[in-house]
Each structure stands twice: as C-alpha cells, then as structure tokens.
C-alpha cells in the first residue's frame, strides 16, 4: 500500500484527502443546484459527509497509487441557466474553485503562526495540529491542480471545452470513459514506472501556491526527485 511506512502521517494525510474531496464534491454540487440542477442536491450530494462522495475505484486508487477521484456528481446538463456547454464548465470549475478557497483560508493561520505544530498527546496519540492543517492546505491545492489537467474525466477537460469548437463538445463527451482509462494510466506510470510525468506537471504549481500561501516548509517527510 502506498502509504505503509509513513506512521501517524498517514492519519493527517487520510484526513485531508477526506475534506478536500468532500469540499470538492460538495461543490461541483452546490454550483449546478445554483444554475438551477437539482440533480445533485436530490441525490444527496449536497454535503460535506465524505462517505456522500467516496468513489469506490477512486478510493483503490488514491491508496495504492497515491491519486485519485471522488464519486462524479451527476448534472443534467439541459437545466443549466448558461446552456449546457458553460453550464457544465462552470460547475467543473466549482471544485477547483472551492479547495483553492479552502487551501487559502487555511493557509491564513499558518501563515500568521496562530496553529500550535507543537504535539500534544489526544487520547492516547501524540497530534500536532500544525501539521494536520498543513496537510489539508497541500492536499486542496493538488487535488486542484490534478483536476485543472484538461483531460477527460477531469475539470479541466470542461473548461477546455469551452475553448473549443462547439462541435468537438460532443466528441468530448462520447469519449471520456476512455480519458479516464488514460488518467489511470498516468497514474500508473508515475507509480511504478517512475516516469515522473504527473510530477513534472503538479508539482511546481503545488510548491509554488504552498510557498506564497504559508511560507512553510511542505508538510511531508520527503522530496519527489
């Protein structure tokens, strides 16, 4: 398993990988009911409950190759006030959108030195809440940055689409089961071939925004070469 090794970190990190899919869920579900799409909301997907969002292959995913996806939040797009084509962009964005949000509002009182990384003993476990914020800011600001790659299933392919000829709209949607094989596989390749393709692309974008959000040091024990 990906994380075997990484002791009590692996609490923080389960953690925040929790809240920033739930955050991100929620809100792809929060922006389509606004266009005026139920959907989402009438499925219960209006809501912060990481077990409302869990992708079961999503979850394999993320624990064995270290990234990976929430349930797809379901959006007629015909009821989307913009019309289908921004409608569908716009709610894609709402996720990025929303752990930006979140990562720079957390990122406030780390930046500020107001969170104790001091660790404390909790019912029996020594926690340092520092470091559990810490990793909830990292893991929102990639969670974005992976989901702003514009291939299909991703929110980026939404977005592109928008750029696009409108008839290339509709090719794009008949063909995002097979993006989706192709995210898995440069999953795959970063895992186990060590390709370093994923790394190149979301890596600098994460330090980049952790830096200018907190001035810390990233929260986790290693480096990717």
Same mark, same amino acid.
């Given at each position: 398993?990906?994380?075997?090794?990484?002791?009590?970190?692996?609490?923080?990190?389960?953690?925040?990988?929790?809240?920033?899919?739930?955050?991100?869920?929620?809100?792809?579900?929060?922006?389509?009911?606004?266009?005026?799409?139920?959907?989402?909301? @009438?499925?219960?997907?209006?809501?912060?409950?990481?077990?409302?969002?869990?992708?079961?292959?999503?979850?394999?995913?993320?624990?064995?190759?270290?990234?990976?996806?929430?349930?797809?939040?379901?959006?007629?797009?015909?009821?989307?006030?913009?019309?289908?084509?921004?409608?569908?962009?716009?709610?894609?964005?709402?996720?990025?959108?929303? @752990?930006?949000?979140?990562?720079?509002?957390?990122?406030?009182?780390?930046?500020?030195?107001?969170?104790?990384?001091?660790?404390?003993?909790?019912?029996?476990?020594?926690?340092?809440?520092?470091?559990?914020?810490? #990793?909830?800011?990292?893991?929102?600001?990639?969670?974005?940055?992976?989901?702003?790659?514009?291939?299909?299933?991703?929110?980026?392919?939404?977005?592109?689409?928008?750029?696009?000829?409108?008839?290339?709209?509709?090719?794009?949607?008949?063909?995002?089961?097979?993006?989706?094989?192709?995210?898995?596989?440069?999953?795959?390749?970063?895992?186990?071939?060590?390709?370093?393709?994923?790394?190149?692309?979301?890596?600098?974008?994460?330090? +980049?925004? #952790?830096?200018?959000?907190? @001035?810390?040091?990233?929260? +986790?024990? #290693?480096?990717?070469?």
């Amino acid at each position: 398993m990906l994380f075997t090794g990484l002791g009590f970190y692996v609490v923080y990190l389960l953690i925040a990988l929790l809240v920033a899919i739930s955050v991100h869920e929620c809100s792809h579900a929060w922006v389509a009911n606004k266009l005026g799409d139920p959907t989402a909301k @009438n499925a219960g997907r209006l809501s912060l409950n990481p077990f409302a969002h869990l992708h079961p292959l999503g979850t394999l995913s993320l624990l064995f190759l270290g990234l990976g996806w929430g349930k797809p939040v379901r959006v007629d797009a015909s009821k989307l006030r913009p019309g289908p084509k921004i409608g569908m962009a716009l709610v894609a964005m709402g996720g990025p959108c929303a @752990n930006f949000v979140t990562a720079a509002l957390l990122s406030i009182p780390l930046r500020l030195r107001l969170i104790p990384f001091m660790p404390r003993m909790i019912a029996g476990f020594v926690v340092s809440y520092g470091e559990l914020v810490s #990793w909830v800011v990292w893991l929102n600001l990639a969670l974005a940055i992976f989901n702003l790659i514009p291939l299909t299933p991703l929110d980026g392919s939404r977005l592109l689409s928008v750029l696009l000829p409108s008839r290339w709209f509709a090719v794009l949607a008949r063909y995002e089961r097979y993006g989706l094989i192709l995210v898995l596989l440069l999953i795959a390749l970063e895992r186990f071939a060590q390709m370093g393709i994923l790394t190149r692309i979301l890596f600098p974008p994460i330090e +980049f925004l #952790w830096w200018r959000f907190t @001035n810390l040091t990233p929260p +986790f024990p #290693w480096r990717y070469s």
